[in-house]
C-alpha cells in the first residue's frame, strides 16, 4: 500500500499547514509560468496587439480616420484617435479564441499532462490529497488566466501609448472620461475579460481528468471551445445560447459604456461561476475517484 | 507497484462501497447543474411574473385621465423592445423600412446617419437605453454588441455618434424645423408613452373597448395593465396592452398582439429611474478625428423618424403608422379610407397595372428575371374576386392587396376583408 492511499484515506489525513497548502498552489503557478509553452503562448498573446497596433498605425498613417466602416473588429475605429482603445480592441480580438486557447492547453495538461508523463503518482505522494492538488491545479490555471489577459492589456497599453496619441477618452455612449478613468476602466475590462475564462479553464480542467493524454485533453478543449464558439453563431440556436460560455464574453465592452451595463456583466459572470461549479465538482468527482494507474 | 487508488479499501478493494461513493461524488456536479437549471428555468420566470400587485381598483377612465396628467419629466432607464412584423426576409439592397414608412434613402456612406439606423428596430430584439431631463435634453442609445448608437439631444444641437464606426453626425436640429419637427422634443419629453397612449386613445370609439385588466409589475414599479381590444372582427389586431405605472401614471410597457400568436411589438423598461440623469448623460464633444457628418439645414426626417423609433409604443414604430386607428388620418393624395376604426382599409389608386408590370418586366428579362418574377409571387399570394386579380402581401399584422389594375388596399384586417372592400369599391 502506497503511502497516497494513507494521506488520502480517512481520518489518516493530517491537515497540512496554509504555509504548505500555498507552497504546493506556489509550485503549481511556478511549474505552469515556467514552461517553454506557456512563455511561447504568452508570447503569442503579446504580440497580437503589436500587430494590431502596427496594422492600424500602417493604414491610418496619413492621418486620416482609420477606414472603419463599422464592421471591422470591436473597437478598432477608436484606435487611431485613442491609443487606449488599442486595450480594448486587443482584448476583443483575443477573447475570442487567443486568450481561451491558451487557457485550454495549460488547464487540458494540468491533470493529464502530469498523467502522461507519469508525474502523477509522485505528485499524490505527497501528502496533500487530491482535493488540495485539483484545487492548486485549478488555482494556478486561474492565475495564467489572468497573466494571460494582462500580458495582452499591458502589451496593447504599451503599443497604444508608443503608436498613438492619448487624451481623454469617449466612451461607446458618447460621453467623456479623463484618461485616468478610463485606465481604471481598462484595469476592470482585464478582470472581467480574466473572469470569461474561469468557465473554460473549469472544463479544460475536467476534460483533463478524463484522460491520461495531454495532449488529447488540449486537443478536446479547444475542440469544445471552437464548437461552442460556432453553436453561438446559429441564430436558430438561441434557446441553448445564453447557455454557452462564450456567449456573453464580448459583455466586458459594457463597461464602457455611460452608465455601465451591468446586466450582461452579471450574466456573464454568474455564467462563468456556474460553469466552474459544474466542472470544478465534475473533475472533482472524476479525479478524487479515479485509479491512478501511470 | 501497487495502484494508486483514491480509496482506501483495505480489505474490500473494488466492492460496492466505492462505488457508492463514487456515485455520491459525481451527484455534486449533477446537484449543482439540477439546482442551476431549476433556479434559471423555475425561479427566474416566476420573479419575472410575481405577483400582481395588490392595486385599488381603478376604472378605464380614470387611468387613462391619470396617463393624461402625468408629467414625469425626468426619467431614465433601459428598453427592451421586440418586434415581429413577420415581414418576408427582403434580399439585401431592400430596405425593410420602405415597407413601414416608405422612408426611402438607403445607407449612405455616413454611417451615423439617423436614417440608416432606423431599420434596424423594425426586427430582432433590441436593447434601448434611454435618459430625459425635461424638453430639452434626451438621449438614447441602441446596445448593440460591443458597440453603441447614441442620439444625444441638447438644446439646439442634436448629435449622433456611432461607436463602431467611429463617426458622428451633427444637426443644429429642433428649432428649425417646422411641423413635424417640432415634435422631436415633445415626444421625448416625458419618455412619450404618453404621447402614444394619447393618440391611441384618441381613437378610441365605439369599435373598440378599453378596459382595465389587472396589475403587473414592470421594472419592479406597480402598473396597471390598460387593454384596447377592436370590436370589430374584421381587424388582426388582437389587443394592445399598455402598462401604466399606478404612481405616476408614466406607460411602462406596450404590448401589440395580433389575434393570435406572440406580439408584434413588445417595448417596456426593464429599470426605470424617475430621478433626474447625470448632466454628463446629455453632453457630447466629438473625440479628436472621429469623422462628423454636418447636416446642413435639410430637415433631419431620419432623426425623428429614428427618434420615435425608440419609444416604446405604438404609433411611433413605422410599419405600426399603417394603422389607421393609430395614425389618425393620412396626408398621402390619392387615398381614400374604407370603413371606419380598427377596421378602416386605406385605399390608394395607383398607376394602372404598376405590379403587373413590373412582373411583366422581371419575365422580359430571361432567367434572372424570371427570378425576379419568382420573388415577387413568393412574397405576394395570388387572389381573386369581383375585381378582378391581384397580390396579397402580407406582415402579421398589415396585409395590402395590389390588385393588377394597380390599386392598393392596405389596413391591420384579414385577407377576406380586403376582398371584399376591392370587390365592393369595383
Known sequence: MSRAEVADGRGARTAPSALWQLSLFRSEVTTV?????????????????????????????????????????????????????????????????????????????????????????????APAGRTRLLLAKYASTLVFCLTATLVVAVSALTVGLLL?????????????????EGLLRAVAIAGVVAASLVGVAAVGLFVSTLTNSGIAAMATTVGLLITAQILDQFPQLHAVQPYLFPHYWLSFADLLREPVYWEPLQRNLGLQALYAAVFGSAAWARFTTKDITV | MARIQPTQGADDTGTPGTGRRKAARYAVPVAVAGVAAATIGFVVPALASTGDPDLPKISAQDLIAKMAKSDVQQASGTVKIS???????????????????????????????????????????????????????????????????TVIHNGDDLWAYDSASDSAHHSKAPKQRDGDG?????????????????RALATVDDTTSVTVDGTAKVAGRDAYQLVIKPKGGDSTVGAVRIAVDAKNGVPLKFTLAPKSGKAIVDAGFTKVDFGKPAAKNFSFTPPKGTKVTEDAGKPGKGDDAKLKGKLPGAGELPGLAGLPGLDGGSDASGMKVIGKGWSSIAEIKG??????????????????????????DSFGKKVSGDFGSGRVFSTRIVNVLMTDDGRVYAGAVTKDALVKAADSAK
Open chain 2, 351 to 376: 398607376p394602372k397595372g404598376a405590379v403587373d408590370k413590373l412582373s411583366e418586366d422581371a419575365k422580359g428579362k430571361g432567367k434572372a428575371g424570371g427570378d425576379a418574377a419568382a420573388l415577387l
Open chain 2, 182 to 198: 417640432h415634435e422631436v422634443p415633445k415626444d421625448l419629453a416625458g419618455l412619450s408613452p404618453q404621447e402614444l397612449a394619447k
Open chain 1, 33 to 125: 509560468l515556467r514552461r517553454w509553452r506557456t512563455l511561447a503562448l504568452l508570447g503569442v498573446l503579446a504580440a497580437v496587439p503589436v500587430l494590431v497596433g502596427i496594422a492600424v498605425k500602417m493604414e491610418t498613417g496619413d492621418g486620416g480616420p482609420s477606414g472603419g466602416d463599422g464592421h471591422g473588429p470591436a473597437f478598432i475605429s477608436q484606435i487611431s484617435n485613442n491609443g487606449l482603445f488599442l486595450v480594448f480592441a486587443s482584448l476583443a480580438a483575443t477573447l475570442p479564441f487567443f486568450l481561451p486557447m491558451a487557457v485550454g492547453v495549460v488547464a487540458g495538461d494540468a491533470v493529464a499532462g502530469e498523467a502522461g508523463s507519469g508525474t502523477l503518482r509522485y505528485l499524490l505522494v
Open chain 1, 164 to 180: 498613438f496619441p492619448v487624451g481623454d477618452v469617449t466612451l461607446i455612449s458618447g460621453t467623456q472620461i479623463s484618461f485616468g
Open chain 2, 83 to 149: 418586434t415581429d412584423f413577420g415581414l418576408p426576409s427582403l434580399p439585401s439592397g431592400l430596405s425593410l423600412g420602405d415597407a413601414g414608412k416608405g422612408s426611402g434613402g438607403g445607407k449612405g456612406g455616413d454611417a451615423a446617419d439617423p436614417q440608416a439606423k432606423l431599420t434596424e428596430l423594425l426586427s430582432g430584439s433590441h436593447t434601448l437605453r434611454i435618459a430625459a431631463d425635461g424638453p430639452d435634453k434626451q438621449r438614447f442609445s441602441i446596445v448593440e454588441r460591443a458597440a453603441e448608437y
